[in-house]
């Protein structure tokens, strides 16, 4: 904003149509790098969802997960589009695996916080109706409703993924090891004659062996929020510092320098155990 300066393209396909991806995705379409004349590649990025159509009558309406879900890819496009590196190899989210997801993850904490949710809510027919203010705090304190059963539920499928990568044996029964681990982690049976692993697209989609990098960018990315919380959520000063700390490096140095430059320390779980409300803040 303070410099004008042009930094790439961003494509935003966000309702369903037949035979396209049915998931929601952020795809670097074109990697920044410096050409050998000199000149700048802009990166490109798309996002790809599958939000409610508009209509004659009414736009699109999103509910509370289309607007968490709109967040997470949006924050992964950002990685995308704000990347100065001058390698291709090296821009925007080519950045090891175990850390990819804590830029989009940590986009989604604006979704928590009620200055925020007023500048995205409204009435479609009246945007200045926002949501009540008893609405906003049901939101904002239902986000750890569960929280034990989906944090063991991820913390059995990046121990399923490692399970099954690390096994010498040519023919593994996934029913059988994905049932036992997953009753061993979250209590809870997997439904007779299923094998859920079979759909299971992470585990040869890019996140093998690495899916436990989900949660592992989460401790990264409570405690990178905590520096907006502390400076304001909408704090320009503090978003400067990430995108020139976090994002613009991309994979050009190790995303733990990235880290402890933004955070001016080393990592801490604590911000994490809090955002899952096993801490008191």
Known sequence: ????????????????????YGHAAAFPLIPRYIKE????????????????????????????S????????????????CTTSPYARCSGTSVERDFVEAPSQMLENWCYESE????????????????PEAMLNSLIKAKNADTGLLNSRQIFFGMFDQTIHASE???????????????????????????????????????????????????????????FKKGGVLSKEVGKRYRDSILAPGGTRDSM??????????????PFLVSIGVLKE
């Open 169 to 227: 044996e040519e023919n593994i029964d996934t029913a059988s090891i994905y049932d036992s681990m997953r009753k061993e982690y979250t209590g809870v049976s997997a439904p007779k004659g299923t094998n859920a692993a079979a759909g299971f697209g992470h585990l040869m989609g890019g996140y093998d062996a690495q899916y436990y990098g989900y949660m592992y960018s989460q401790v990264f990315s409570a405690d990178m929020f905590m520096e």
């Open 1 to 20: 904003e303070s410099s004008n300066e042009f930094i790439g393209h961003f494509y935003l396909d966000l309702y369903p149509r037949e035979g396209k």
């Open 257 to 270: 320098e990235s880290l402890k430059e933004f955070l001016g320390r080393e990592p801490q779980q604590e």
């Open 66 to 81: 289309d607007v968490e879900t709109y967040f997470h890819e949006f924050g992964h496009v950002m990685h995308g589009i």
């Open 37 to 64: 004349d000199g000149s700048v590649q802009y990166p490109v990025s798309a996002m790809v969802a599958n939000f409610p159509k508009p209509t004659n009558e009414r736009p699109s309406l999103l509910t509370f």
């Open 116 to 131: 925020v949710l007023k500048r995205v809510s409204g009435h479609y027919e009246d945007h200045s109706k926002k949501l």
